[in-house]
């Protein structure tokens, strides 16, 4: 296998060239562990069972009939098709995970149990692998076999009862933000296991055990102390901080009708929103006055907000040194000449489509850069170089597992 290569000839970069990771992982969480580190040049094989493939290929928006999310979230990954409810299906499983460096696995504990694709059955077979094992509840926990989707770990975490207002619903994101903070932090694990691996010549595999709502749960950093401490479960605040309220942060709209958000974190800089709206400036000196007078600024920013256009409000807080910005959609971040002074949109070529735009690889390293070579693949578009080249599945056994639907 050449690790610098794909078989179009373009260069293969990033900071984890040569890395090895096998997916039996569908729709958000795990494939996006896995799309961090293919986007750093690692060799990511996606599962998927032959014929229907990952349930994602057939979400969200399409263009003339071809779904457009699965050209992102399985961009720069092989896809091999494997049916794994067969025993010669797990056999080839059981030589991905020998061949592999990095598993990530999202299936319930029970089936990976019958599967051979848990801990044991994995460090038996690959002594030096990692395990990401992402589930609902943890592997660990009485409900270890129960299902789970992102929106229940956000739920679980704490999360949705500090979003939205105290007059209304606790609100969800509008976008998979459970599953996608687990998969960055399934990422972040599996870098540090092998950052051992390379470092402790008594490395013994690791086994990553991850339930969808912790992420989010270990990032509200203050929620389990201010509760043990104070008894306190604070309530959901709009746009302000449950925990922690600023004299200044809220959004607002303009006579354009777009809404803008405005936020002042220090002494200085609520100052500066004081003196814009012509109040005085040493009413507003301390953090007690400050916090005193939110709704006095609340309600001025709204009043003078909604006199003005957007690109003048804009402009008056750019003079002013106060912090705010439109309130981006898909389109504004089109066109903003930040996004493109950062290329942070990229085209890629796709055999469907043609040019699409999508999001570059973040974040930026300067010195190996990550790329994206490819869009998310056909449904097995990878079975010949994957089972033949890389694992060395021979001619005849390939045919075989063809002819009798396991590939």
């Known amino acids: 296998m050449d690790d610098r290569n794909d078989e179009r000839g373009s260069a293969r970069q990033g900071q984890l060239t ?21 986007d750093q040049g690692a060799h990511v094989v996606h599962v998927e069972p032959p014929g229907a493939g990952d349930a994602a290929r057939a979400m969200g928006p399409k263009r003339d009939g071809v779904p457009l999310w699965f050209k992102v979230a399985g961009r720069n990954k092989r896809s ?35 599967w051979g694709l848990d801990w044991e059955a994995v460090h038996a077979l690959n002594p030096k692998a990692v395990l990401l094992q992402i589930s609902g509840f943890g592997a660990t926990s009485s409900r270890a076999d129960a299902p789970g989707f992102g929106k229940m770990g956000e739920a679980r975490s704490g999360v949705v009862h500090l979003t939205g207002f105290p007059d209304g619903p606790p609100v969800h994101t509008g976008f998979s933000h459970g599953d996608a903070v687990t998969g960055l932090m399934g990422a972040y694990a599996i870098l540090a296991a092998l950052h051992r691996r390379a470092t402790d010549p008594e490395f013994d595999g690791e ?106 409000c804009l402009a008056e807080f750019e003079r002013a040194e106060v912090v705010a910005s439109r309130v981006f959609d898909a389109a504004d971040i089109a066109a903003d000449p930040v996004y493109a002074e950062r290329e942070d949109i990229i085209t890629v070529d796709d055999p ?38 890389w694992l060395g599945i021979d001619d005849k056994r390939r045919a075989k597992l063809e002819e009798s639907g396991v590939i």
Not at 208 to 235: N, T, Y
Not at 367 to 382: F, K
Request: hydrophobic share 45%; aromatic share 6%.
């Open 18 to 38: 040569g890395l090895k990771v096998v997916e039996f992982a569908h729709v958000v969480a795990g494939p996006l562990a896995g799309a961090m580190l293919a």
């Open 80 to 114: 091999v098709t494997l049916d794994l409810h067969r025993e010669e299906g797990r056999e080839v499983a059981r030589d991905l995970v020998a061949w592999a460096d990095v598993v990530i696995v999202t299936l319930r504990a029970g089936r990976l149990r019958s």
């Open 207 to 312: 086994w990553i055990d991850l339930a969808l709502f912790e992420p989010l749960f270990r990032l509200v950093e203050w929620q389990v102390i201010a509760h043990d401490q104070l008894g306190d479960a604070p309530m959901r605040a709009g746009n302000q901080l449950a925990v922690a309220p600023a004299a200044v942060i809220n959004t607002y709209r303009s006579r354009d009708g777009d809404w803008l958000t405005v936020t002042s974190a220090t002494l200085r800089s609520v100052r500066n929103v004081a003196r814009l709206l012509g109040l005085p400036d040493e009413e507003f000196a301390t953090t007690e006055q400050q916090h005193a007078g939110r709704e006095r600024l609340d309600e001025g920013l709204r009043a003078w907000i909604a006199e003005r256009p957007t690109a003048e």
């Open 352 to 389: 469907d489509l043609g040019p699409v735009r999508m999001q570059a690889v973040i974040p930026h390293f300067r010195q190996a850069p990550g790329a994206v070579w490819r869009t998310g693949p056909a449904l097995g578009a990878d079975n010949d170089l994957v089972y033949g080249e």
